[in-house]
């Protein structure tokens, strides 16, 4: 995490020094050229005025940094003040009142928003409760800083320092360093020099520094110069090091190393030598690329500094954002327990937890997960299983797979066969075996030249032909539930889904649905296909599956295929498989992100917010150049033809290309431009992201 957001102090224990530390880091950035401002999240123990309640612990920090914010800023600042000196969910629950950690983290960004770097100050310890379930680390994870540790240099440091840094690799955080403060007089001897590295090689950690005890602070108002001078010269900057490694621009300079961004200068020369772009043009290498060098909830940051909303998803993946607190620290607990184990004759923890989670998210809960790697991964593992569960039956004819025209699976030789899309696959078509092509319910080119609105479904009779002249040499029919992605973003009604699952039925042709884009709440459903009530045989599931974090995706099958793989009395195994399939740091995050979907009602949110995102695109209707406006979820596309004689997808290129100069990330589907944002984009954001592109395609 980029520390040009701040640092979160926190302490060992009650009166460790936080306050005088978190002074002298802001005094130090300050000096440095850094816009900072101090924040402490809750203050107990705080004093009534005239004016109102204070924090003395930020008054404090203000006073030495030389600092007069306003009364909004104060109010941000310190958004937490209790009189009673005790634990900060007692303090609350004696006021009558709870205290939200996104109220922190509202007030830590509005901050944000006006000055360069936050330094926030905790209350206690780590482990400090906040609320009935909350500590004070879940508000560090929130936050996602880079954590300082202040300890004392004194007799049983030792243990109660690394007991504080042991939780903080535990949950995942970042620790930056270690601050020792002198809370007595006297602590300069052989034992506290010790003690300190000590703990330095025990944690793996750097020393930041050791600030001297200053009886002086105890006066009502300590001089800011004594302060200052009481400092050791370079306390953040031990040899060979700097505090501030990670902060771009004048910081850097002032402090002697060379901004950040010094050692991306190359990246792209490196880049247009080395690296091979996915889905990417070689003329448009030529000019470099933004270095994606960090993310954060809804945007990606470049190294230059620029800001990016992720409109797409980074692929249709990052349903919750970037470095989510409780993604990020699932991920590195498993790390340090178990990197990868194979699943063949031996099971691990993680993907136990996640295949019985998958299960029962279905109708029918009786399921079985096998994992793989990505989504066309997955979709290879459904043909394969379709295609054996027929020959494990001794109806060896069925071996043939019916599927949209349109549609999109992935990019491996399977995936491609089902999934055939010209612009992309024409070279690999000698190689691809023949599927039964059925024609795509697109709503936007409706053979009945009927809408929406009075659709009565004339098109399933070509679908209906289709699968019941091949019906019994059709292991499954598989599609993309309601929405083909790839193929530029084509809608059809729940409706057309639903009869297709009653047709595969009465044909007992097997129905594969590839929820590897809809899934997990993008369509305002945990999985698209329950728009049409409907119970597949096969699904496939990817991307959101992680969050986009890591790879993993999975084909969850029906029980009753499941069975005829049995071993007995006919070997009907299924020799299938991948090196890191269900492979344990990304199964951690998998089972962590379901949780996250339910317990913050992810899902429902996602469908409101959909609702927002539909409206907004409403506005570009009759707008000159735009046709076919459609949306589903947190889903919406429109499709642009030719104006002022430049095409559909030249208009499409150019508005992508200006939008990323406002700082958003869209990608065209030829003439095609939609937004898929994370599902936990806000309302407000929506709009302005639609005005936006409005304003945009108005212009281009």
Known sequence: MSATRGFFITGTDTDAGKTVATAAVLVSLRASGIDAVPMKAVQT???????????????????????????????????????????PHLAAALAGCEISV????????????????????????????????TTMIDLMAALGLPVILVARPGLGTINHTMLSVRELERSGLNLYGIIFCETTKGGRGKIEQDNMETISRLAKTRVLGRIAHMPELAQAHPPTGLFRAALPPGLFRPAGDSMFIEIQGKCAEKTGTQPVRKA????????????????????????????????EGVYLFDTEGNRYLDAISSWWACNLGHSNPRLVRALVRQARELQHSILGNLTHPRAVELASALAGLFPDTRRRTLFASDGASAVEAALRVALQYWHNRAESGRTRFAAFE???????????????????????????????????????????????????????SLIEDAVSEHAKELAAVIVEPLCLGAAGMKMYPAQCLRRLGELCRENRVLLIVDEIAMGFGRTGRMFAFEHAGIDPDIVCVGKGLSG????????????????????????????????????????AVAVECLDIYREENIVEKAERTGKALAAGFEALRGVTGVTNIRSLGMISAFDLTEKEGVTGIGRARRICADMLKKGVLIRPLGATLYLMPPLITDENLITKTVDSLLETVKSV
């Open 45 to 87: 123990g705080g004093v009534r005025s005239e004016d109102g309640w204070h924090s003395p612990d930020l008054d404090f920090c203000l006073r030495m940094a030389e600092l007069e914010p306003d009364r909004d800023e104060l109010r941000d600042m310190a958004p937490y003040i209790y009189e009673p000196a005790c634990s």
């Open 102 to 133: 996104e109220r922190i983290v509202e007030a830590f960004h509005n901050l944000l928003r006006r000055h360069q770097c936050v330094v926030v100050e905790g209350a206690g310890g780590l482990l400090a409760p906040i609320a009935e379930t």
């Open 264 to 295: 991306f200068d190359n990246y792209n020369e490196i880049d247009r030598a080395s690296l091979w772009h996915p889905y990417t043009k070689h003329s448009a290498t030529k000019d470099g690329f933004p270095v994606i060098a960090r993310g």
């Open 406 to 460: 349109d549609a999109y699976h992935g990019d491996t030789i399977g995936a491609m066969s089902v999934g055939y899309l010209p612009d992309f696959h024409a070279a690999y078509r000698p190689i691809l075996f023949p599927v039964h092509k059925i024609k795509t319910p697109d709503c936007s080119a409706c053979p009945a030249g009927k809408s929406r609105t009075d659709c009565d479904m004339e098109c399933f």
């Open 548 to 587: 986009g974090y890591l790879p993993i995706s999975a084909a969850v099958v029906k029980e009753k295929i499941f069975e005829t793989f049995a071993d007995e009395p006919i070997d009907h195994t299924f020799y299938h498989g991948h090196t890191f399939a269900g492979n344990p740091v990304a199964a």
